[in-house]
């Protein structure tokens, strides 16, 4: 069984920053890709950072590049998504998700098999 939990979602100013973790308990074996998924309310899941499980290859959306680091700590198994100049738009609940394609990446929901129950994070101006 595989279990997905994230944390450290909070409150912020415009401007600040925030780490999100995703702990991992089960195998995840043969899911390539790692993801963070942003939910505004009111609108559809986006990808905004993956990694590839296998290159260790990341990906970003176009409003998280620059801003947003996805990155995994094998001694903890936990999967992290470091946020810096974060902005109102970015406020929402967060995912993480498992899952497995053919291509090296994907910010397609359809594709993730696991998901946590979300974060939320709030950033105000």
């Known amino acids: 069984q595989v279990q997905l939990v994230e944390s450290g979602g909070g409150s912020v100013q415009a401007g600040g920053s925030l780490r999100l973790s995703c702990a991992v308990s089960g195998s995840t074996a043969g899911s390539k890709y790692m993801g963070w998924f942003h939910q505004a309310p009111n609108k559809a899941r986006e990808g905004v950072a993956a990694?590839?499980?296998?290159?260790?290859?990341?990906y970003y959306s176009s409003s998280a590049k620059g801003r947003f680091s996805i990155s995994h700590d094998i001694a903890k198994n936990t999967w992290d998504l470091q946020m810096y100049s974060l902005k109102p738009e970015d406020s929402g609940i967060y995912y993480c998700a498992a899952g497995r394609g053919t291509f090296a990446y994907s910010f397609n929901p359809d594709v993730y098999q696991y998901w946590g129950q979300g974060t939320q994070v709030t950033v105000s101006s």
């Open positions: 990694m590839n499980t296998i290159s260790f290859s990341t």
